[in-house]
C-alpha cells in the first residue's frame, strides 16, 4: 500500500462543487493538507465548521484568485492545484465583473503563479463547463471534446471560462488536465435560485446530462489517489481535455429538468410555467459522447438524477407541505412574480430588450406567436420534435450522433500531420500559416489565421482536439456566429440548429454591460 500523503492547494472551496470536494478530501488519509483561499468568508466558514474534525489540516489564506500574491502563497509547497474558483450564473449576470475576474483573469494569475515554480511544479486540475459548447438543438443533442465552442450571447459566464480554459491549454505548466463540469444537481440549488430569472432560462428542448456535487467531487478524489499510487498514465489523462457527465441514465431535458424541481411541491411544468415564461433558445447543454472516458478510467459515476432527488426530497421533507396547496396559488406566489426580475425573458419583453428577445426569441414577434397551451408546444421528451413530427426520444438519448471534425478526431494522436491542421484550418475558412508541422506534436507552437484573416498561435491540440478557434468572442464581449457560420463549415453544422440562414446579427456588450445587437 502507498502511504504518500500529499498537500493540496484547493480555490473555489466554498462553491457548489468546492464545497463538496472539500469534505471529500479532508476526510481522506493521503491528505495531510488542504490549502484554500478564502474569497468567501462567510462560505468558507461554513465549509470548515462542517469539517472541523479534520481542521489541523486546513490552512486559510484570505484572498482573490485575481491577486498574484495571494495565488503564490495558496500554492506554495503544494503536490495539487485544483482550480474550481467562478463566478457562475446568476452571479455572473449580476455582477459581471466577478465572472471576468474570476473565470478569465483568475487562470492567467494561476498559471503565471504556477509556471513560476521550477522544482516540484503542482500538479493543475482546472474545472470549466459544459457551457462554452454553447445551446445545442435537436439536430446535434450530443457533443464532445473537440466540438466547436459556439457560445451562448450574452452568456458572459461561459464566454470568460472559454477564454479562462485557452489560457490553461497554452500555458507551459507541465501537468495539467482541463476537465469540462457538465450541468450539476447539488443540494441548495432550489434555495439559491428560486428568486432568479434564470430558472427560465433553461429551454424546454435542452439536452442536459447531469452529475451530481458528490458524484463530481469522488472524480477529482479518485484521480489524485490514482496518481499517487501511480497508476495514471500522463499520456492518457496528463494535457488531456475531458468531458464531466453523468452518464446515459442522468441524460434528460429541460422539460425533465423542470418537471424534478417541482415534484417536491407536488407540481409539473404545466402546472407553474406557461409556454412563454421559458426561454426557445440560447441556453448551454449537451448530451455526452464521449463521456465514458473519465468513467473508464476513475469510475465515479453512479448516483443518478433519480437517486438525487429522492435523496432530495426525504431530506427536504418540508417542501412537500406545498402539496396541500392550490397549485394556482402557489404559480401567483412563488413563480409569478420573478417574471418581473431584470433576468427573465418576459421582463425583457416589457422592457424592448430587443437585443436579448432576439438572442433567446429570435425576436418579440416570435415570443408573441409561442403557444398558448402546452398541448400545442413541441417537446422532445414526450416525443414530439421540434417541427411536431413523432420523435423517438428514448433511442435519440442511447445512440450518440458526431459531427464532422474535418480531421479523424479518433485516430492516433501521435500520427496527427499537417494536412489534418490544414484541413481543419480551411474548413473554419481559415488557413495554416506554419509551414511544417512534426507529426504527432501535439503542443507545437504553430500559426492560423482564420476567416477575417487574423493571424493567431495555438497548439493544434487547442484547435482540433479541444475546439478552439479565434474569434471576436475571445477578444470582446461579443458574439459574431451569424456571420462567421456562413464561411466556416464546423461552426455551421451546430449553429443553424438553431438559428436561421438568414440571420445576420452582431451581439455585444457595451461598456456597462447592456446588451446591444446590430444588423450586418
Not at 425576436?363 to 417541427?387: H, Q, R, T, V
Not at 488557413?431 to 504527432?440: D, E, P, Q
Amino acid at each position: 500500500m502507498n502511504n504518500k500523503k500529499v498537500k493540496i492547494a484547493l480555490l473555489g472551496a466554498s462553491g457548489n462543487m468546492g464545497a463538496y470536494l472539500f469534505s471529500c478530501l479532508a476526510k481522506e488519509e493521503f491528505v495531510s493538507e488542504l490549502q484554500i483561499l478564502n474569497h468567501d468568508p462567510k462560505g468558507t466558514r461554513k465549509i470548515i465548521r462542517k469539517n472541523r474534525k479534520y481542521s489541523e489540516k486546513f490552512i486559510v489564506i484570505d484572498g482573490s484568485i485575481a491577486e498574484i500574491d495571494k495565488v503564490r502563497e495558496v500554492i506554495r509547497g503544494v503536490d495539487y492545484v485544483l482550480n474550481l474558483a467562478a463566478a457562475i450564473p446568476p452571479e455572473s449576470d449580476k455582477y459581471p465583473n466577478h465572472a471576468i475576474e474570476a473565470n478569465e483573469v483568475g487562470p492567467k494569475i494561476l498559471v503565471q503563479a504556477i509556471e513560476e515554480v521550477k522544482d516540484n511544479q503542482p500538479k493543475l486540475i482546472h474545472i470549466s463547463t459544459m457551457g462554452i459548447y454553447g445551446d445545442r438543438g435537436q439536430g446535434h443533442l450530443f457533443g464532445e471534446v473537440g466540438d466547436p465552442l459556439l457560445i451562448s450571447p450574452f452568456d458572459l459566464y461561459a464566454l470568460t471560462k472559454m477564454r479562462g480554459e485557452f489560457t490553461i491549454l497554452e500555458s507551459d505548466v507541465k501537468y495539467w488536465t482541463v476537465i469540462r463540469q457538465t450541468a450539476m444537481f447539488y443540494d441548495e440549488m432550489l434555495s439559491r435560485n428560486k428568486n432568479d430569472g434564470l430558472m427560465f432560462h433553461t429551454c424546454v428542448n435542452s439536452p442536459l446530462e447531469w452529475s451530481t456535487g458528490s458524484m463530481s467531487a469522488l472524480l477529482i478524489r479518485n484521480i489524485i489517489k490514482k496518481d499517487i499510487d501511480g497508476d495514471l498514465n500522463f499520456d492518457n489523462f496528463w494535457k488531456h481535455c475531458f468531458n464531466l457527465g453523468g452518464g446515459e441514465a442522468n441524460r434528460i431535458t429541460g422539460y425533465e429538468t423542470v418537471c424534478y424541481g417541482f415534484k417536491c411541491i407536488g407540481a409539473q411544468l404545466f402546472d407553474m410555467f406557461e409556454p412563454n415564461y421559458v426561454s426557445l433558445r440560447n441556453f448551454h447543454g449537451v448530451w455526452f459522447s464521449d463521456g465514458q472516458k473519465l468513467e473508464e478510467l476513475f469510475h465515479y459515476q453512479g448516483e443518478t438524477v433519480e437517486d438525487f432527488w429522492n435523496a432530495f426530497n426525504k431530506k427536504h421533507w418540508y417542501f412537500g407541505i406545498a402539496k396541500i396547496l392550490p397549485k394556482k396559488w402557489l404559480k401567483a406566489m412563488a413563480i409569478k412574480p420573478i417574471l418581473d426580475d431584470s433576468n427573465a425573458p418576459m421582463y425583457w419583453y416589457k422592457h424592448k430588450d430587443e437585443a436579448r428577445m432576439l438572442a433567446y426569441f429570435n425576436g418579440s414577434n416570435i415570443f408573441e406567436s409561442l403557444p398558448k397551451s402546452w398541448k400545442d408546444y413541441n417537446i422532445l421528451a414526450l416525443g414530439k420534435d421540434c417541427n411536431g413530427n413523432a420523435f423517438d426520444y428514448e433511442y435519440t438519448k442511447h445512440n450518440p450522433t458526431r459531427i464532422n471534425h474535418y480531421f479523424d478526431i479518433d485516430k492516433d494522436r501521435k500520427l496527427l500531420d499537417i494536412n489534418d491542421l490544414r484541413n481543419v484550418a480551411e474548413a473554419h475558412g481559415g488557413k495554416l500559416i506554419s509551414s511544417t508541422f512534426k507529426t504527432g506534436d501535439i503542443f507545437a507552437k504553430v500559426e492560423w489565421e482564420n476567416s477575417d484573416g487574423e493571424r493567431f498561435i495555438a497548439c493544434p491540440h487547442t484547435v482540433l482536439y479541444c475546439g478552439h478557434w479565434l474569434n471576436i468572442s475571445y477578444k470582446e464581449h461579443a458574439w459574431d456566429f451569424d456571420r462567421l457560420s456562413k464561411k466556416d463549415k464546423i461552426y455551421a453544422q451546430i449553429w443553424y440548429d438553431q438559428h436561421d440562414k438568414n440571420e445576420d446579427r452582431f451581439y455585444y456588450f457595451d461598456q456597462d454591460f447592456n446588451a446591444h445587437y446590430k444588423n450586418i
